[in-house]
């Protein structure tokens, strides 16, 4: 555990000296004054000056004192050093401490002053009761630090989730004696005292017995004219694709349908996510790709909702074209060019498991998928198909045979039934040819995608070599298209 103060403890050769003055001193006191005991040598009752003896004996109790404070540091040190976890906290040492000095004094008070101990302990009691009274709320403040921290509830930069009344997502940034310091999702700093930090409801996501992350409840309503199988559908692909392209969202999820209520469906996503992003942007990461599958799937978010069914998406090809032309190599083209594309494109179904694409065929196409899920495999050396990609809506596969004529480097299946827009090199011919320098574009489109993935290969490749392969690609495009070298 992180403690928030240092603890303090002499240097070892220091602190063994310190313990032996302590058996010097006494032989001294024998030697002197003929007692090893401060005690036997002083009587301070009824004097009104001090003598040697007097501060001799006075001093064998300071000194004994500061070698039994420093003997629990030495040994509570030695523990935690030795010790990774349940590690005693700087705080329960500094309580231990006061404690110590408190009852030596104490018991110096009543056997040099020879004063009844049964008086001077109820005098004590009345004095110390009338000062817990009075400072009851720090008391509490310091004993509750000291459970936190001898409980390892909390450490510095925890991620802990809060239930009931102020309930959310904190992260802890300061302990001290009195107060927890936490920083909220808008990053404000707020002090709780220790007494009602401890009575919270919270989870420490930081201490997980297994890694965890924050699970949070994203809630969303359709009109219920929609497909709710269809949706759930769709609301597993937005969760698989956040989790797939992003390291701070964990492989674990849930979908369902909560209730039907009023006419509309009420839909819930639970997800696992890196604690320190706060919800507002795992929430917005989540969102996202929610709309873009919904979008995709077919699925008017629109409270007067018009759903698209799989077998009438071929009246819809050009609004769908639209809506994912600009993630992938068609970026390059025009919004009216796209349009042109639309009167041309076909609209391809695609069965659960069907091959769409065979490794080796020549082809001159490319499939953008709109709906469903494809795998894209290779044959290893024993000849088994191993997944090496997943294609998800609004991206395109098989660009390459589209734009240079290359046999099909890979095998493309549908992992659920898919709906594709299939473009042909006869369909984006009359486009080059009247805008060839599309041709150029869409190759740097390409080549930047392409040393994207170099880069999370830790390969990457030099700007140079980018825009020679650029010019490379547009010369077979060219050859392929217009018989150009």
């Not at 039934?417 to 150029?440: M, V």
Request: with cysteine.
């Amino acid at each position: 555990m992180k403690l928030q103060y240092h603890i303090y403890s002499l240097p070892k050769i220091v602190y063994w000296l310190l313990v032996i003055s302590n058996i010097f001193y006494a032989t001294w006191l024998h030697i002197s004054f003929g007692s090893y005991l401060a005690w036997d040598i002083s009587d301070l009752a009824d004097k009104n000056t001090a003598l040697l003896e007097d501060i001799a004996a006075i001093f064998q109790f300071v000194l004994f004192a500061v070698t039994v404070d420093m003997s629990i540091r030495h040994f509570v040190v030695r523990f935690n050093h030795a010790t990774k976890d349940n590690q005693v906290p700087a705080i329960l040492v500094q309580a231990v401490t006061i404690i110590c000095y408190a009852v030596i004094g104490l018991f110096g008070f009543i056997v040099m002053y020879d004063h009844s101990a049964g008086q001077l302990l109820a005098a004590s009691g009345a004095i110390g009761f009338g000062l817990v009274y009075v400072l009851r709320e720090t008391i509490a403040d310091i004993v509750a630090c000291i459970q936190i921290q001898s409980d390892s509830l909390i450490s510095i930069g925890d991620q802990i989730q809060v239930r009931g009344e102020g309930s959310g997502y904190y992260e802890i940034v300061q302990m001290d004696r009195r107060m927890v310091t936490i920083k909220t999702d808008l990053e404000y700093a707020v002090r709780v005292p220790n007494r009602r930090f401890i009575n919270l409801d919270f989870i420490n996501l930081s201490k997980q017995l297994t890694k965890m992350g924050a699970r949070r409840v994203l809630e969303l309503d359709l009109d219920s004219g929609n497909d709710a199988d269809k949706a759930i559908e769709l609301l597993n692909q937005a969760a698989e694709y956040t989790i797939k392209n992003n390291p701070n969202f964990y492989p674990w999820y849930r979908t369902f349908l909560v209730k039907i209520n009023n006419g509309a469906y009420n839909f819930s996503l639970e997800y696992e996510c890196n604690p320190t992003i706060d919800p507002l942007h795992s929430n917005g990461i989540v969102n996202l790709a929610i709309a873009r599958f919904f979008k995709l799937g077919g699925i008017n978010m629109n409270s007067t909702v018009e759903v698209f069914k799989s077998s009438e998406i071929v009246d819809t090809i050009q609004g769908r074209l639209k809506d994912v032309y600009r993630l992938g190599v068609l970026k390059a083209l025009t919004l009216e060019q796209v349009t042109r594309l639309t009167d041309v494109a076909q609209i391809v179904n695609c069965r659960t498991n069907q091959l769409l694409i065979e490794k080796g065929h020549t082809a001159d196409s490319m499939y953008i998928l709109i709906e469903g899920g494809l795998e894209v495999t290779i044959p290893n050396d024993q000849g088994e198909q191993v997944v090496v990609a997943t294609i998800w809506p609004g991206e395109c596969v098989g660009e390459m045979s589209l734009l240079t004529g290359e046999p099909r480097s890979a095998n493309v299946r549908a992992k659920i039934n898919s709906t594709l827009i299939e473009i042909t090199k006869a369909d984006i011919a009359p486009i080059f040819e009247s805008h060839p320098e599309l041709i150029e574009e869409i190759s740097g489109v390409l080549e930047q995608r392409k040393a994207a993935n170099q880069l999370l290969l830790n390969k990457p490749l030099r700007p140079d070599d980018i825009k020679k392969n650029i010019k490379v690609l547009a010369k077979k495009i060219l050859g392929f298209f217009f018989n150009k070298g």
